[in-house]
C-alpha cells in the first residue's frame, strides 16, 4: 500500500485554526478542514483524533498566539486600570489584524451550536468566564491596595470590560476598523471609577454648562 505524503503538523493545525476561527466550529466539517489542510480524512483522525479534539488543540494554540495578548497585558502591567486599557488596545489592534480572520476565536467560534455540540459551546463559555475572573481579580486587588474606591464593585466592572471586549470583537467581524475599536476602548475607559470626574476637571471653564449636566454656552 502507498503511503500518504508526510504533512509539517504546525502548519496544518494554523490552516485549521483560521478554518475555526472563520467559519466556527459547528459550520466547520472535516472535509472542509481537509480541503484547507491538504490531507485525507484519515490522516486528520490519524494526527489529531476527530475534529473535537482538534478543535481543542487549535484553541489552545489560539491561547498561546494570537490571543496571547490578554493574559500578557493583565500580568505584565502594574494596575488594574493600566491592564485593562492595554487589554482594550491590543484586542483592537489585534481583532482588526488584515492577516487573520477578524474578531476572536474564542468569543466567536461557538455561538451557533446545536445540542450535539454543548460540549464545545460550554468550554469556551468557560475559558471566557476565567478571562472575566482574572479581570475581576485585579480589580479586586487594586481596591485592596488603596487604588480604587473600598466599595468598587469589581464584578460588576470585570463584567463591563468583558462584555466591551466581546462587543468589540463583534464589530471587527462586522467591518469595524481598528480606529473604531480605539474609540470604542476610549470611551470604556471613562467608565473606570473617576475617570470621568478627572477627565471633567480638565475641561475649559466655556464647558462649564457641559460639566454641570447642561448644554454648553457657545
Sequence with gaps: MSRQRAFNRDVVLEIALREFWRHGYEATSVASLTAAMGI???SLYAAFGDKRRLFEEVVERYQRSHGAFSA??????????????R???????????????????VISAAVNCGPESADVQEAMRELREAGKAGIAARIAADAV???????????ALATFYAATVQGM????????????????AEFAMLAWPGERAGALEGMPENLEGTRAGRP???
Design 145 to 155: 491596595a488603596g487604588l480604587l474606591p473600598e466599595d468598587t464593585d469589581a464584578g
Design 169 to 184: 470583537s463583534t464589530q471587527a467581524r462586522d467591518g469595524a476598523t481598528r480606529r473604531d475599536l480605539e474609540r470604542i
Design 87 to 105: 487589554l482594550l488596545r491590543e484586542a483592537a489592534a489585534e481583532y482588526t489584524d488584515p492577516g487573520h480572520p477578524p474578531g476572536c476565536l
Design 40 to 42: 485525507r480524512p484519515p
Design 72 to 85: 500578557v497585558a493583565m500580568t505584565e502591567e502594574p494596575t488594574a486600570r493600566e491592564a485593562i486599557a
Design 216 to 218: 454648553a454656552v457657545r
